[in-house]
């Protein structure tokens, strides 16, 4: 019995022509190359006008399908089957394009990628080296640690208690006064930032940041529809924020002790200066305190130290210092900000580690983490100067630097503009990773960021050997 088109059928005569058409092609009953019927054959067939089955074909050619050959007939396209596959899978080229998160420059999508392979020499990581990292200590304290059931399960929704109270404790020494109630433990400091664009602001809010900026590499804010504005800390500062703030929701980024990726340390003043110009316009501040633990010498209080407004969210975390593994950082806020942040975590992971948040606690708790932490200093200030003596002896005569006062990073500055993507490129041939400054600022073509924490000594001077070489070329 042939096919006739259902007269009652929510689709047109034309829309169910069209789509047996189509099921023929798509069955493969009509492969490429395969003559249609007649319109007078086909109209007769559906028993409908043949101006009904000529506007389906008319369709179905303009689709690329059908094509006709003059004098000859209607045929199956060469490329239907091409054509047919597409419209079969969902167009995920249109999804990725039209999504809401900003994809990562191409450039820190290469760092991400070759920072996988172990023959890179990577000068650029903000990663503690495998050498640094406790791994024995971790080991023991996993058998140190008594768990039971409800420990390693989920955690309450502001994150482990006893982590918090233990916290609280040690954020003293920072001069911080906070309660377990004001604390959220997340999965590292930039899950914070995360939580905090999605859950505290509105779009078009404006956020204000140092330049350069390690928010210029990362998208928490900008893949939110936030608008990013860089200013500098000096006497007109009160005067750039007032002028860009408006009537719209703002705050202030910044990363007061050993800035990324400068790694500036501000001054209490600075600290101060800022404070005062944030209270008195409204404006909350975020603290990323990540790296202050590593510096080499007695450090000032933390911006944290002076609120007495609830004005700075405060943030730390344990990934630059004891593992990136463990994936375990915190915020310290007014109770509301908490409770809100700490909502949308639960929607978006229901929790950080409790494992983690396990051996964190013990670590601090028993000293373990202090003790850490001054043999790291150590151990990264001795890469420091390893890492300055060679520039000392190869770079003085074409580049400028700060000498560390901790962290991870020294900030080369080239005396001309040659650190492009062309030099990242042939960089990269060499097997040698950097972080040039240009994915810090898009203007940047001075500045490499050097890290000492990750290569070994061996790989350090050799990398440095591979800079040096290439650079010369272009002076």
């Known amino acids: 019995m042939k096919w006739k088109p259902n007269r009652h059928s929510h689709l047109t005569i034309q829309e169910q022509i069209k789509d047996w058409l189509k099921s023929h092609i798509e069955s493969g009953d009509w492969t490429v190359g395969t003559k249609i019927p007649t319109q007078r054959k086909l109209a007769s067939q559906f028993n409908v006008n043949r101006s009904t089955v000529q506007f389906a074909l008319d369709e179905l050619k303009a689709e690329g399908l059908l094509e006709s050959k003059m004098g000859s007939g209607v045929f199956v396209a060469n490329n239907s089957w091409n054509i047919l596959l597409d419209r079969s899978q969902p167009n995920w080229k249109q999804h990725i394009e039209t999504s809401i998160h900003k994809p990562n420059y191409h450039t820190i999508q290469l760092i991400n990628e070759y920072e996988q392979y172990e023959h890179i020499i990577r000068l650029g990581t903000g990663e503690l080296s495998p050498e640094l990292l406790p791994i024995k200590e971790i080991e023991q304290s996993l058998k140190d640690i008594s768990l039971d059931a409800r420990s390693i399960g989920y955690s309450s929704p502001q994150g482990n208690e006893k982590l918090r109270k233990i916290l609280c404790d040690y954020l003293q020494k920072r001069g911080i006064q ?8 997340v999965s590292g400091a930039l899950q914070a930032l995360q939580l905090i664009a999605v859950g505290l602001l509105e779009e078009g809010s404006v956020v204000f940041h140092e330049h350069p900026s390690y928010l210029s590499s990362v ?11 860089s200013v500098t800390r000096n006497s007109t500062l009160i005067d750039n924020l007032r002028a860009f703030k408006r009537k719209r929701q703002s705050l202030f980024y910044c990363v007061p002790t050993l800035h990324n990726p400068t790694g500036y340390n501000w001054s209490i003043e600075e600290k101060e200066n800022l404070y005062h110009a944030c209270n008195e316009l409204q404006i909350p501040i975020i603290e990323d305190d990540v790296y202050h633990e590593l510096l080499f010498d007695s450090t000032s209080l933390a911006i944290k130290s002076f609120d007495t407004s609830g004005q700075v969210l405060y943030i730390g975390s344990v990934s630059k210092t004891l593992s990136p593994g463990l994936r375990i950082g915190w915020v310290v806020a007014p109770s509301p900000v908490i409770e809100r942040l700490a909502d949308i975590k639960m ?10 948040q396990e051996i964190v606690a013990h670590w ?4 373990l983490y202090e003790n850490h932490l001054n043999n790291l200093r150590e151990q990264l ?3 420091a100067t390893f890492v300055e003596n060679i520039l000392e002896q190869q770079f003085n005569k074409i580049a400028t630097w700060k000498k560390p006062e901790g962290g991870f990073y020294i900030w080369l500055r080239f005396n001309k503009p040659i650190v492009n993507k062309a030099l990242f490129l042939n960089l990269l041939k060499q097997n040698l990773l950097i972080n040039p400054g240009y994915i810090y600022d898009p203007r940047d073509l001075h500045h490499v960021r050097l890290s000492y924490a990750y290569a070994s000594l061996e790989e350090l001077k050799l990398g440095l050997t591979y800079l040096i070489e290439l650079s010369r070329h272009s002076f």
């Open 178 to 185: 906070t309660v377990p109630e004001n604390i959220l433990i």
């Open 219 to 229: 998208h928490p804010f900008q893949s939110a529809g936030m608008q990013m504005i």
């Open 347 to 356: 929607q978006t992971d229901y929790g950080s580690s409790a494992l983690s």
């Open 364 to 367: 601090i708790s028993t000293g």
């Open 381 to 383: 200030k001795r890469r």
